[in-house]
């Protein structure tokens, strides 16, 4: 099981310098990835309340917000050197597929193949409103944005018609360094999740489970996965823990978790959390 670690980045209380530490720390200990949420905008008030949390609201301290992920990856590709980075996750529905498309394969040329993309629909009403899109049919939209980028990565020429989005012939370079194309990792616990993840992922993501809930997930992914003539065998289950406690990463491991990504906050004790992640890597890498 490899060991990466998940940021909890909010701008500007974060010195860009502390995140190039963090990354360099983590790129020279061996570990494997890093990883960066997204949120363009924040809001006081909103419809559905925030999943992570028992109010519903974002623990974000007021006057911060989170930096621009493709940004914040640019910047740390360029001072490491075998350290992945992933996004957990990437709000597909609100993005312009074909500027996305391009952001991350020049992130991928840039660092060499370091690049995996995480893939949500977002729980942000007032969000996805505000990017210009709708709210309803943002699974559909998402979908199909994921058609699209695929096409663009991988067709000298790219043409596409579909109810969200047009293309025609049109050409995209540069194309990824990774082949297909970039890995797609899908998140989500929803069943359109999960069968999200049987059509176009690399590998499936979960947020904030222990090991008795990662494994009844895991039951019905396998049953997604089986309805599109799938297993787990060509897929990588990615968990960002709840529980990162030594005893619940061997409960992951047995489980079949091939990446684990616990949580580091810019806390003053970052140096701490790296020699546990660390610590990690020994005992699973």
């Not at 690049?115 to 007032?126: P, S």
């Amino acid at each position: 099981m490899k060991i990466g670690a998940v940021a909890s980045c909010f701008a500007p209380a974060v010195d860009p310098q502390e995140l190039a530490s963090l990354a360099i720390d983590l790129d020279q200990a061996g570990l494997d990835s890093l990883w960066f949420g997204e949120h363009v905008m924040l809001f006081d008030e909103m419809e559905f309340g925030y999943p992570g949390s028992p109010d519903g609201k974002l623990p974000v301290p007021q006057g911060q917000g989170a930096p621009d992920q493709t940004a914040m990856i640019g910047y740390l590709a360029s001072v490491t050197e075998q350290l992945r980075f992933g996004t957990s996750i990437t709000l597909i529905p609100q993005r312009n597929p074909v500027y996305t498309a391009k952001e991350f394969a020049t992130l991928d040329w840039l660092s060499g193949g370091r690049i995996d993309l995480g893939v949500g629909v977002g729980w942000c009403k007032e969000e996805v409103e505000s990017c210009g899109y709708g709210w309803s049919d943002r699974g559909k939209r998402c979908d199909e944005a994921l058609d699209l980028m695929i096409k663009l990565w991988t067709d000298p020429v790219t043409n596409h018609s579909g109810q969200h989005f047009t293309v025609r012939d049109a050409r995209m370079d540069p194309k990824p360094v990774q082949t297909p194309h970039i890995p797609l990792i899908i998140g989500g616990f929803s069943a359109a999740a999960l069968q999200r993840t049987a059509e176009y992922g690399a590998g499936w993501l979960g947020f904030g489970l222990n090991p008795e809930m990662t494994e009844m997930m895991l039951k019905g992914l396998d049953a997604a996965l089986a309805e599109a003539s799938r297993s787990r065998e060509d897929l990588e289950i990615i968990m960002m823990p709840g529980d990162d406690s030594m005893e619940a990463a061997h409960a992951f491991a047995e489980l079949g978790v091939d990446r684990l990504t616990p949580m580091v906050l810019f806390d003053g004790k970052v140096s701490e959390r790296v020699a546990y992640l660390r610590k990690l890597a020994d005992t699973f890498g």
